[in-house]
């Protein structure tokens, strides 16, 4: 933020304001709701949503994320909490702040120490699943509120039964309340997105249990809440829960620095600067690390709320400052406004806020772009974006959040060595202008009689070495020569060293001479501090073909041992 105001423009100053004050009308209605999704008195969310976008402002790296109270951590934190305190009771609330500042401290740390990288180790389809899976829990868990019925506890499933078995019971002014509500966010969203939709169906509710005096029909209101600024320091939990929370704490982190950072990243790209994920950490921490010593709950960066910052206008930090302003301005004036805002009108901004993240098309198209390769028959197991967007979004449904965020993130690892322990193996061919390419991709690409040439297109190391032999070894069956396009091998270790050796003496036991091209890099190097014993190393693919056609049919009388097939 410093740097901002260094090289801030007058010109700024007025799209700044007008953001910031668009920014508070949305923020305002969803933070009390995403507090009451927590499980916490909804003023907890005013609580956290001020010192999280002052404190963000002025150690993030984003010009326009907004950070407050959002549906997927607030869910999260709901369920880490329900393990430690009963709800709706001043422990239940002391725990939840306890985990924002468990939080922050984490995110802090991890911030100085550069682990940046971290949000990569949670793949887009995981998160994506997970996201799906915890939207369509909260929506679900918001209808009997939006109804007037009972909330059944229990998984998606159970909740979604509930609701069902119960729809005989709907207070009838208050499903009116909750669909005028809803209708009326996803109308202005649609047609007029400048227009603050949450802020105008709350105003709308209140009005409306005023003037018909609708708490005396039965219908759920907010009822009172404290005025005045937050009490600050740490809450009374004991130091046993402290350290308990520390693990789910980093999940949280995980989360929303994951969600965060990409909703950081689209605005930068689009407005031309760069993000530096280690300040977004820091960042992320301190905005935590705020919330929970002003008795708030978990925040992280809203993809929805930055988009209404950048339409309005935002240029700089200075948009978050005045949210932040105004919100300190309604705990100290305006909170008595909102004690009669209708539960039902809340609900509403909840399922309005969420149904634009349950994208089941995602699915489908992780789906197709997770095909096989060509030529190998299509399978689950060629799948692996869409398996693991599935299971993200199914750990979620039936073993609630904490769960699925575990299962989640054991997902995205389990992915990552999936991937790299089935590097592709692409045949090469000879384009009539000279160019070897993917002869799959290519149909002017031709082979050369008797001998094969293939790319890995991945490392060679420990983990992958017996799949790339028995890749190779299929490759060579019926040919006198094997080329290896090592171009795009960025690197090899010692058992991909002792690989190729076996593989070089298995092959000249059949026959067939193997040929090495493009050693480059950090194969090169380790190549020659091993000393592999790899007869036939060229600089390219071009030269080892050249070299396996003058020498013709593989010698037969290597002194090497005979190998079975």
């Known amino acids: 933020m410093l740097d901002s105001l260094r090289h801030y423009r007058p010109a700024w100053l007025r799209p700044d304001l007008v953001a910031g004050l668009t920014v508070w009308a949305v923020l305002v209605p969803e933070s009390l709701a995403y507090a009451a999704i927590a499980g916490v008195p909804p003023v907890v969310g005013l609580y956290a949503a001020a010192p999280a976008l002052v404190l963000y402002a002025i150690l993030g790296s984003s010009r326009h994320l907004v950070v407050g109270p959002m549906a997927a951590t607030a869910a999260l934190s709901a369920s880490i909490v329900a393990v430690y305190a009963d709800a709706g009771g001043d422990d239940y609330t002391a725990v939840t702040t306890a985990l924002a500042i468990v939080t922050g401290v984490i995110a802090l740390a991890a911030g100085l120490l550069r682990l940046g990288f971290l949000a990569g180790f949670i793949s887009e389809p995981v998160l994506k699943g997970f996201i799906l899976g915890m939207a369509l829990t909260i929506i679900v868990g918001q209808v009997p509120k939006l109804l007037g019925i009972e909330k059944t506890d229990g998984d998606f499933f159970v909740q979604a039964w509930g609701v069902l078995t119960h729809l005989g019971g709907t207070n009838a002014w208050t499903l009116a ?5 809803l209708a009326i966010v996803l109308a202005l969203k649609h047609w007029l997105p400048l227009v603050p939709g949450s802020l105008v169906a709350v105003a709308i509710g209140i009005a409306a249990v005023v003037a018909l005096d609708l708490a005396d029909h039965g219908v759920d209101i907010v009822g009172h809440i404290d005025a005045g600024l937050p009490a600050l320091g740490l809450p009374d939990v004991p130091a046993a829960t402290w350290i308990d929370l520390i693990g789910p704490a980093a999940g949280v982190m995980l989360i929303g620095f994951a969600e965060g950072l990409g909703a ?36 992280n960066g809203s993809l929805s709320k930055t988009a209404v910052n950048g339409g309005a206008g935002a240029r700089t930090q200075l948009s978050g400052l005045t949210a932040a302003v105004l919100t300190i301005v309604t705990l100290l004036f305006l909170t008595g406004l909102f004690e ?57 449904l039936v073993f609630d959040t904490l769960p699925g965020l575990v299962i989640g993130m054991t997902l995205s690892l389990l992915l990552l060595i999936y991937r790299s322990s089935r590097p592709h ?49 299929a490759a060579a069956e019926g040919h006198r020569a094997l080329v290896l396009d090592g171009e795009s091998m960025p690197t090899v270790d010692l058992s991909g060293t002792k690989m190729l050796t076996e593989l070089d003496r298995h092959l000249a036991a059949q026959h067939v001479t193997f040929y090495l091209a493009h050693d480059i890099g950090q194969v090169r190097d380790l190549l020659r501090r091993t000393d592999t014993d790899l007869e036939h190393v060229h600089p390219t693919v071009e030269s080892a073909v050249e070299a396996a056609i003058e020498a013709g049919p593989a010698r037969q009388d290597r002194d090497l041992p005979q190998e079975g097939p």
């Open 340 to 396: 009669q805002l209708p539960e039902a009108a809340l609900a509403a901004v909840v399922i309005a806020a969420l149904i634009e993240l349950v994208d089941f098309g995602l699915l489908k198209r992780y789906w197709k772009a997770s095909l096989a390769p060509r030529g190998t028959p299509a399978s689950l197991a060629a799948r692996p974006d869409f398996i693991a967007a599935v299971a993200a979004m199914l750990g979620v």
């Open 264 to 299: 950081a990243k689209t605005y930068a790209d689009r407005n031309g600067y760069r993000i530096n994920p280690n300040r977004e950490l820091t960042g992320l921490g301190a905005a935590n690390l705020g919330a929970g010593l002003a008795s708030g709950m978990v925040v």
């Open 425 to 473: 193996l692409v045949h090469l061919g000879r384009t009539p202008s000279g160019q070897w390419v993917d002869r799959a991709r290519h149909e002017d690409a031709e082979p050369v009689d008797g001998i094969a040439v293939v790319r890995c297109d991945g490392s060679l190391y420990f983990a992958n070495t017996d799949h790339v032999r028995t890749a190779l070894l």
């Open 177 to 181: 309340v909750g669909a005028a509500c």
